[in-house]
């Protein structure tokens, strides 16, 4: 664990928001008494999942400071009340951990990792925080990946790979934010609402990939 942290923090980087659904694939990765926290500009998991987002749910409510009298949602933020990752996250059949979704309207990526390094300091229930950001958004968040315990990458083989996930790999190789010890892999998934007919192909050529991945790491 890192000696920033007060808890281990695990970072998966998925393809497309359907791969989200996939994370038990991540066979290396254990989901118990761990909380998932989406980081989005957009948050879109909320739209890809049946059940419905509660807005007031935002890990970057943990930021404003409650009024005097510490009424509404803001009395449950005194370090006195409620465990904040237990109040905030929501749990879906879906997933194999409660979710806390992205803000919408969107919050500054700024913003949502200072809420989270905050967040990691409480006294929490949760024993693992494990943030899911799309591999797109991967440079936007770059300021919290000296936090990260381990990287994973879960790739669903109908995603190509595009310059973004070249971008994401020279990121952290160029900020020494890899190494054996903090790389947790590259997991290949196939969503069954986006089968291919060439799969084993695409499984021959991600198997490659993930060969030339182990050079990202130190």
């Known amino acids: 664990m890192s000696h920033l942290n007060a808890k281990p923090l695990q970072c998966i980087f998925y393809s497309h928001p359907w791969t989200a659904l ?42 404003a400071a409650p009024k005097p009298e510490k009424t509404g949602l803001m009395k ?3 370090s006195k009340q409620k465990d904040i990752f237990q109040l905030l996250a929501q749990k879906s059949s879906h997933l194999p951990a409660p979710i806390v979704f992205a803000s919408k309207p969107a919050i ?16 929490s229930t949760c024993q693992q925080v494990i943030v899911l950001i799309h591999y797109a958004e991967a440079q936007n968040f770059s300021d ?43 997991h290949l998934c196939n969503h069954s609402s986006r089968q291919v007919t060439d799969s084993e192909e695409r499984y021959a050529y ?12 130190e």
Do not use: M
């Open 22 to 63: 996939l994370l038990k694939q991540i066979k290396n990765l254990d989901f118990a008494d761990s909380v998932l926290v989406e980081f989005s500009s957009n948050g879109v998991l909320s739209q890809v999942l049946p059940n419905k987002q509660d807005k007031n749910l935002c890990l970057t409510q943990i930021l």
């Open 76 to 78: 449950l933020f005194s």
């Open 108 to 123: 500054s990526s700024l913003n949502q990792i200072t809420a989270l390094i905050t967040a990691l300091s409480q006294p």
């Open 144 to 186: 919290l990946y000296d936090y990260v315990d381990t990287f994973h990458v879960l790739w669903d083989i109908a995603d190509l790979p595009g310059v973004a996930l070249t971008q994401l790999t020279e990121l952290l190789s160029k900020n020494q934010q890899l190494n054996s010890q903090r790389w947790g892999g590259f």
């Open 206 to 217: 991600f198997d490659s990939v993930i060969v030339d991945a182990r050079l990202w790491v």
